[in-house]
């Protein structure tokens, strides 16, 4: 196969506008201010930091921007192999006119000074979504967000309910329950009532999606609310948790959590709102790790704990993204299967070449195309063409141009037709 | 590796006459009559389905099968990037001469009518097997199929026995069992001689495997049944099961399956026949899908769960399909070091290119040649063809000569050997 | 990509003069003496079983080794195509000169007796490290092992302790164990006295690691020894087992050996020893089968598992191998996360080149390149070339030079830092 098909068909999707349908932008300030921030993400920290740096040389208080990238730049040779670090020197080149392959002590200052001054532009923001030529790009919300000071077309607020199906044992979260519902949580029925507020004044606010990632051994399980009426270990476990807080034993957090993850879809489905599910992570696992650099994973789970929830809520659209490339395969089938399950990204320890190739792959042979939701990178569009130059116009004798229409697809069209089209 | 190395490998083995091993063809109607027999099979029902066709719409009673394709057609839009859809292509385009790439609203129904024209010819089964090289195909029988006014020497009897092991709770089952063998049964002892008498009929009309697929939670046990001696809880939960039918408890129902799996095992030691084992499947898993599009799996499920049937039948060839790619590794590795477990094709989920290659070439690098038996597909063949071009041609230096004879022999040889060979 | 970049790479990641750090030779006779020694190799033994040839035909009392490589020459056609075959091949080729890409009952008995003449030199294996271009091997030494007559500065001392963990209720085991350390083990004070002893033997004659074969349900719990203090279930369970020996319970095994494991990890923090864990095996699953050819698996296993073994020992270094390749992602995603977590080859089952190519790229895209230690074998250093051509000369746009650092780090450079480096 012909290289340069290759390039032709990325060149083609690289030239395309999109929407990125998951990222954690702070909308207030949604830009970096100084190579801190982009070196400070937890993809370089952890990586440095399991390459040895010591974690209090990352994250020592007050510690200065500056400082805090030379630092961490003196220690990113032992990572220069991951693609991670291929990843930076992209970015600096494109976005900083950085010359070289290589970032290191003789190097970092004047890009470091070069940065700064670009990200001082008032318009960096701006400019950053038109060089990455992204039309728009979803949020990450609290709960308890605001919503306000931005523009909600460009920012697109998402509902993030981790904090309500997890950690609602915790008072903190109780009272940032309360006081962005105004209302007291005392059982089952206030707890629906808040929930729903959250939902209208999250869709009232433009939201797109409401999103959760969850541990490997989550299984929800149908909770019967109908008329009304709440099942009598849900209104215990409740009344225990409200009453216990911390010290809830795991049972009761366990159905607690379920009654709220199973009014969420509820709600989904009454507002139409897709609800992204991101399956497959445990937090904390190594508890001394840098920040946002503690998380792993069970790949031992399966989709078929999710079974009555597809089965029950058929209008709710559940975008799934799964962290190990072992459940993909899964992930392809039950979107096979399913009209309401899409398959979305590739996430986190499943985004490096290797697994994205061979997941995106499984996908697009066997889901149909309209339920296929790609992932905002050049690397992923690098693969994607890949795959639609070997698979579709050399394999399948395709043309170029319905390759690319596909590849279009798969990268925005679906991103409208799903986030976008109230059914 | 030249294009042509590979298209050489795949030109001849597509030259051989072929045994398929694995059909659901039915021997009375082994032929579609029209294109609704095609566009009616799960594959694509379930696929427009998902992709958004309301069941209704395809299982409406009384669709005239004209009506039914052309409702399909217009839904097939969405589907187009699948590996399934490519199949139906070539496969209208070899049968039917169609000329087009896409089968749409514009160009279906003279291809309607082609088909219905050459389908009705008195002898289209025969030039279907013919067009495909296929000398014969193994059939699905149920366990009470009289397997008459059919030629077994070219559809070949199987005995598909999911329903006496996981559904002789229902009353219909015991009493198609009981028509069957002329044999009713109120004990352990009963069922073995019914069971027996199935077996005694299929041997006699030329029976080759007998076959089941299995959920990811089945574990067969050893039951001691020497000296007609059965175990008392086999004989408790036989009895249970017998008396209180469809309301059985699930305790009673998986002693009597193993029981009665156990037991065919038996039957397949003393008749010398294959025991096909296709480990996986959870059924109706989406219950209000389509016919035949309910089925998923957990891909949770390790062969570690036979290791005692492998150890107490090394009289028993067992040919395994697994359903999951993640479990192709632990079949490889069976297969490798168990004499009696042998590599059976890539099943349904797994039947796409990206598994196939996967899985194939893990196989071939790792199992015995005389221990795999391949796919009857073009995909398949051309799949193979590469393997044995870039692995074995040139990573290996083999001869073309020796890679064909390797592909021989996985896409026939080891198909008369494993099912026509009584050791 | 030119073949020629990837054979330019392979060439000089051969030239590399390395150490083996897993081997099972016995340092006090580390050559072959005759072609038995190498066709008797398990892989061998139980391919050519699994592929028919009966088990009394291989391990007959008493066989001559000449009749032994006869017998099993006769029987390898039907593994001709597997990659250990072609092992075999290419290592007679290098060390015999043997001319054919066939071994066969026309062609082995020259071979065997070249072969015969050529070990039997006195320096014999020494001309076979030289060849092999290998500095030192690490070996796999039984806990009692004098490690006296050799030199331990090529043949490295490395404590294996699968007999300590698991074997302790054997009366043999634990009479070995009192031999060695002249130390009566009657409670856990003195068991952990007696591994110690073990520790500053290996220790003292220049052990490089304590290394481990794990089975999938082992899951490591932390045991409380802090000032002498012994857990009581501890306590109650050794004893039990001191007591009953054979007979002692599945679960007074499991407390036994988890307080051994934990006790050896924390002689090797104080060690600064590297723990090799190999993740993965259930011994003795095809009972019947030739020796070394009974231990299967069951790829539902986790790094979770191994949790609090991480997080307990950031002193320790782990370099970790898995069974199945299903396991490599988390392997390279806890080692992408935790410090002390190391990739270490490619293992058994999934020693075949399908499986380490897709990990082995897994790896290097996401692990830091000082974190992972390759794979001694001719077949290892091409995949790791074509990986570096392709994903890093290519897609990456490396210089050659860079990339083949990169594969000399992996193959040589991280064996000295892991094991030669005490932190």
Known sequence: MSTSLRQRIFDELDSLILIDPHTHINALSPASTTLADILGYHYYTELAHSAGMPKDRIEEPGLDPKEKVQRLIANLGPIENTVQYSWLIEMVQVFFGFPDEQLTLDNWESLYDTAAEKMAAPDWADQVLAASKLESVFLTNDFDDPLEGFDTKRYIPCLRTDDLVFHLAKPEVRERLQRATDTQVVDAATLRTAIGKLFDHF?????????????????????????????????????KLLQQGNS?????????????????????????????????????????????????????????????????????????????????????????????????????????????????????????????????????????????????????????????????????????????TKT
Not at 276 to 294: C, H, K, P, S, T
């Open 248 to 420: 809830a034993s795991d049972n009761t957090r366990r159905v607690v959590a379920n009654f709220v993850f199973w009014t969420l879809a509820e709600f989904c489905a009454e507002h139409r709102l897709p609800f992204d599910l991101m399956i497959g992570v445990n937090r904390g696992v190594y508890a001394e790790g840098v920040f946002q650099g503690q998380d792993l994973y069970d790949s031992r789970v399966s989709l078929i704990q999710y079974r009555e929830l597809f089965n029950a809520f058929p209008q709710v659209t559940f975008p799934i993204s799964v962290l190990a490339s072992v459940t993909n395969q899964e992930l392809a089938s039950y979107a096979w299967i399913f009209p309401n399950v899409v398959t979305h990204g590739h996430w986190w320890y499943s985004n490096t070449p290797t697994f994205i190739e061979h997941d995106a792959a499984a996908r697009l042979e066997a889901v149909p195309r309209t339920k296929q939701i790609g992932y905002y990178s050049d690397m992923y569009k690098r693969i994607l063409a890949k795959i639609l130059a070997e698979r579709y116009v050399v394999d399948r004798s395709w043309s170029e141009q319905r390759a690319i229409d596909l590849g279009r697809q798969i990268l925005r069209g679906n991103v409208d037709r799903v986030f976008y």
């Open 203 to 239: 869709v009232a606010h433009g939201a797109r999606a409401c999103a959760i990632s969850l541990p490997p051994d989550f299984a929800p399980a149908k909770v019967d609310t109908s008329v009304g009426i709440v099942n009598a270990s849900v209104a215990t476990a409740l009344n």
